[in-house]
């Protein structure tokens, strides 16, 4: 899969596709449906198959810190996107320039001089341009005058319930890890390369595999009953802390795992940490003799824990 950044990158050889656009936020049931569509697509008129996204989101560049915490980061979802059969992803910088785009604007030089789109899917509630004036009836129009056709796909349900990155984000701080596979159609997950820590866990006879999540904001914090899968494949039943560690004064959002039967070195390499039930909430200790002793009550319960 090709990454194709900003206007300016954009060769001869790009133009010509299907595509869809959004911020493809955790890649989740609804997104697949759209990706399907746009490969399906993509293969039968022999052209490629293109993801429009942005950097940062939208809600990140009109609320910054305040905006949500993201499901994946740009990395991961770079890596289900091309899971999808997707063939470029071509991501755009949000920024005031664009922001700033009318609707007209935006279809003339992203869709027809930028990429020269032959067939575009957007969700049903898809907006664009300044002050999202731009909708499907005028990318629909559009269409007609240049050549080009312009589909929308049916919102996605389950339980009843549009599936949508913020039900995602809702149902993970409820710590729901069962309907959020189901909305995501896999596990949620979070990854990074193993890095150095302190080695608290090691002295208190709990060694911890740790993650440097290089975020701001998490969907949740606590501590959990976790799945860890090596570069290797290998799966090992664990427990992990996700947040920033209040009895060691922490600030930056880190992921430590302890791992059941599992003393190997792999530091730097890449692991995949996925999330099956609550322990209970991050807290601040008075000492490290109540944390240690409350670290082996979360093992005890991680290692009897099983699926309701």
């Known amino acids: ?33 759209i990706l399907k569509q746009v490969s399906e697509k993509a293969m039968a008129l022999g052209l490629p198959s293109v993801a429009i996204t942005f950097e940062p989101q939208p809600r990140e560049f009109f609320q910054g810190d305040k905006a949500p915490p993201r499901l994946t980061r740009f990395r991961d979802k770079l890596v289900l996107l091309q899971q999808h059969q997707i063939d470029r992803v071509f991501c755009l910088h949000f920024n005031q320039r664009l922001r ?12 027809l001089n930028g990429l020269e789109v032959k067939y575009f899917v957007v969700g049903d509630d898809f907006r664009f341009g300044c002050d999202r004036a731009g909708d499907f009836e005028l990318l629909r129009q559009t269409g007609k005058t240049h050549g080009f056709t312009v589909v929308n796909t ?12 913020s039900r995602i984000r809702n149902v993970l701080a409820s710590h729901d890890f069962e309907l959020a596979a189901r909305l995501l159609g896999r596990p949620y997950t979070l990854s990074g390369k193993v890095v150095h820590g302190q080695k608290l866990g090691r002295q208190l006879g709990v060694p911890t595999a740790n993650l440097s999540l290089q975020r701001k904001q998490l969907p949740f914090s606590g501590v959990f009953v976790v799945e860890a899968v090596t570069e290797s494949g290998e799966r090992y039943r664990g427990v992990a802390n996700v947040g920033v560690r209040p009895t060691l004064d922490g600030v930056s959002p880190l ?23 609550f322990v209970r909430p991050e807290k601040k200790f008075e000492n490290l003799t109540s944390l240690t002793e409350q670290i082996q009550s979360d093992i005890e319960f991680a290692k009897a824990w099983s699926p309701a």
């Open 154 to 165: 049916a919102t996605y349900l389950v339980d009843g319930e549009r599936v949508s990155s």
């Open 1 to 33: 899969m090709e990454l194709i950044r900003g206007l300016h990158n954009l060769r001869d050889q790009h133009r010509g596709c299907v595509a869809t656009i959004g911020n493809f936020d955790g890649v989740h049931l609804g997104h697949h449906q």
């Open 255 to 277: 992921l430590e795992a302890h791992l059941f039967d599992f003393d190997n070195s792999i530091y730097g390499q890449r692991l995949v940490v996925e999330f099956k039930g």
């Open 100 to 111: 700033s785009l009318t609707a007209e604007a935006f279809i003339d030089q992203l869709l």
